[in-house]
């Protein structure tokens, strides 16, 4: 009977689509075991505030209660990137892809604008507070301008207690020519100028491949952005290459990479904890003076100098944690030094070390200075990595490039080092004598991880790298002088543990992985520092 009866009201439905029977269709799209519909309101805004915009706005069509919840969101994140078709992101060297991709950013701005728009006019200017307003856009055409509009009345309209502006270029940095870099420079000052409400209120600004015309206008940001916590610049300059002045009083977090500033003068940046810095073809070395910034804990500084620096003086009033130094596979600028108290109180505060393309073939010796300096030192990374692309073709750079040290402590032991890795290994002399080195000094150390030389990005697509290939053709791809000669079998692994821990002693595990097996833990580590 009760399968007769459920046909016939499956036949009604079918042969009778009536508003009543509509109703009865809406309520078999409810599935009666929806769980997650019944959850309280707050825990579905915490799920919708963790999606892609535009999964958002696909779970507005599950009912009229989903349909309610944006309005209500706490984390408005409206990116262009979500709204940009796939095979685009690949032809900007094709024939045609210019054009393609240039329509493609339009259509991808027009959505962001009618998003964020939309998005906002829905929300009760006395309701929920927006904990996070970001917006990711490129600067092209009238967009960006409607955008900072838009922002800027939300700031004066809602309770806006973070906002992020991401501001992008259709060309990327490597695309860019000079011409590129001002055009989208000009573009950038008539949209900071236009939306001035928009950027008093920020807390996070990102750009990208700007050149500036006037030297003091990356000043003029600062002095509008006085909420700014974080900012980021990627490939920009100016074009009369004038130091750059920081006094900023909440900045702290800022990000100048692979930018051509003469000198960065960070005067008085009190709250600053995080820097980035990568400076290209400075005159001055290093490119970067250190003001007031009494609670920086996280340096990353990465250039090319021909002259020494003594970090004893170059970080005097600083307590980094978690430093990285970046040697561009050019000479090591770093001047070893036998410490004095009041200069090794600079190190004390040290907990984790990256040095960044060491030039390869070089004594490492001197490495051992940080381990002398910095007694709390916990992790060790070091990256050993010669790659033509990657260097100045020059021959004042091309020779004397290592530095040479010799501690006056013999038998140095320290005690609170227990991770080192080693990113380019090669069974060479000189890197099995400073791995040993290590292990002998360090005697709480407990894992040593030593990979393989990483493959450049830049080649990934002009050869197929395989793990094991003729050593002559794999030096050519990766432009290194020397041929490779990692412990790739359980064999070449075992001689070369052999010549490590000999007469030392240690318990520490020794780790050989190919660049693939990079652990998650590493990860952020040597791929960042790259």
Not at 287 to 315: D, N, Q
Not at 390 to 417: A, I, P
Not at 511 to 520: M, P, Q, V
């Amino acid at each position: 009977m009760a399968r007769t009866s459920r046909r016939r009201e499956a036949a009604k439905l079918m042969a009778k689509p009536s508003v009543k029977a509509g109703s009865s269709l809406d309520k078999l799209k409810v599935d009666p075991d929806d769980r997650i519909s019944k959850l309280p309101n707050d825990i579905l805004l915490n799920i919708l505030d963790r999606l892609d915009f535009r999964d958002v706005t696909r779970t507005s069509v599950l009912s009229r209660c989903w349909s309610q919840l944006p309005a209500s969101l706490s984390r408005l994140k409206i990116s262009a990137l979500s709204f940009m078709p796939s095979q685009t992101s690949i032809s900007d060297d094709e024939s045609g892809g210019t054009l393609l991709r240039i329509n493609a950013v339009n259509a991808a701005n027009a959505a962001v604008v009618k998003a964020t728009k939309s998005m906002l006019a829905h929300r009760d200017p006395g309701g929920c507070t927006i904990r996070l307003l970001s917006t990711v856009f490129y600067l092209r055409g009238d967009a960006p301008i409607s955008i900072g509009h838009t922002v800027g009345n939300a700031m004066a309209t809602h309770r806006v207690e973070k906002a992020e502006l991401i501001v992008l270029t259709e060309k990327k940095g490597h695309m860019c020519s000079i011409a590129d870099l001002a055009n989208y420079g000009t573009r950038f000052v008539s949209f900071f100028n236009e939306c001035h409400n928009a950027f008093a209120g920020l807390t996070r600004l990102y750009l990208e491949n700007l050149s500036f015309r006037e030297s003091d206008f990356v000043s003029n940001i600062l002095v509008t952005c006085k909420q700014l916590n974080y900012l980021g610049f990627f490939n920009c300059d100016t074009e009369d290459w004038k130091p750059l002045q920081v006094e900023h009083a909440q900045l702290s977090d800022l990000s100048i990479v692979d930018c051509c500033f003469d000198m960065v003068e960070l005067t008085w940046v009190p709250k600053l904890t995080w820097l980035a810095l990568e400076i290209l073809g400075s005159p001055e070395e290093p490119p970067l003076v250190l003001g007031y910034v009494p609670l920086l804990r996280v340096l990353r500084l990465s250039t090319i100098a021909r002259k020494m620096v003594k970090l004893s003086s170059f970080l005097h009033e600083t307590s980094v944690r978690d430093l990285t130094l970046g040697f561009k596979c050019e000479k090591i600028w770093v001047q070893p030094e036998s410490l004095t108290r009041r200069q090794a109180y600079v190190f004390q505060q040290l907990r984790i070390l990256n040095l960044v393309k060491i030039p390869e073939g070089y004594d490492l010796t001197w490495t051992m200075f940080f381990l002398e300096a910095a007694p709390s030192l916990e992790e060790l990374y070091m990256m050993v990595w010669e790659h033509r692309c990657e260097m100045e073709m020059n021959q004042e750079f091309s020779k004397n490039k290592g530095v040479e040290w010799e501690s006056r402590t013999s038998n140095f032991k320290h005690h609170r080092l227990a991770k080192f890795i080693l990113v380019g290994f090669q069974a060479n002399d000189y890197m099995v004598s400073h791995a040993r080195r290590v292990l002998k000094a360090a005697v709480n150390l407990q894992d040593v991880y030593l990979y393989d030389r990483l493959v450049c990005a830049k080649c990934q697509n002009k050869v197929e790298v395989a793990r094991m290939y003729d050593a002559v053709v794999r030096g050519m791809c990766l432009g290194v002088n020397l041929p490779i000669k990692f412990p790739y079998t359980n064999e070449d692994q075992r001689a070369v543990q052999k010549r490590m821990p000999r007469g030392i002693g240690s318990l520490a595990k020794i780790h050989f992985l190919t660049s693939k097996e990079i652990r998650a833990e590493h990860l952020p580590r040597i791929i960042g520092g790259c």
